[in-house]
């Protein structure tokens, strides 16, 4: 499956964006589905995750109650909606997807996914 990231761009504290990550291929109602982010000099980290059906959704504790991930698999496409932005959510941010196996046991660790979308810079100013 191909991923293409977009929505990215500069946003003030307390604004939102909405990211949207497309994916190709028949097979992607099947695949767990996650994004990250990397800042300068970081390492990348998980953002949040969602089960193959939209059933499960998961979240990184930096992010719980502020951000909402979402799918539709009619249109081969997941969300990442973003609310009350901080300065510190500044980084380019990737979609990812892995098989449901995998996704079961390692839906946080960037490591274990196989495809990887190219990213979107998501820059928030104070």
């Known amino acids: 499956v191909q991923l293409q990231a977009f929505g990215g761009g500069l946003v003030q504290t307390g604004g939102s964006l909405r990211l949207s990550c497309a994916a190709s291929?028949?097979?992607?109602?099947?695949?767990?589905m996650g994004w990250f982010r990397q800042a300068p000099g970081k390492e990348r980290e998980f953002v949040a995750a969602?089960?193959?059906?939209?059933?499960?959704?998961y979240y990184a504790d930096s992010v719980k109650g502020r951000f909402t991930i979402s799918r539709d698999n009619a249109k081969n496409t997941v969300f990442l909606q973003m609310n009350s932005l901080k300065p510190e959510d500044t980084a380019v941010y990737y979609c990812?997807?892995?098989?449901?196996?995998?996704?079961?046991?390692?839906?946080?660790?960037?490591?274990?996914?196989?495809?990887w979308g190219q990213g979107t810079q998501v820059t928030v100013s104070s």
């Open positions: 990812a997807a892995t098989t449901p196996s995998i996704f079961s046991a390692y839906r946080s660790d960037y490591t274990k996914y196989n495809y």
């Open positions: 291929g028949r097979t992607f109602s099947s695949y767990g």
């Open positions: 969602i089960s193959w059906s939209g059933g499960n959704s």
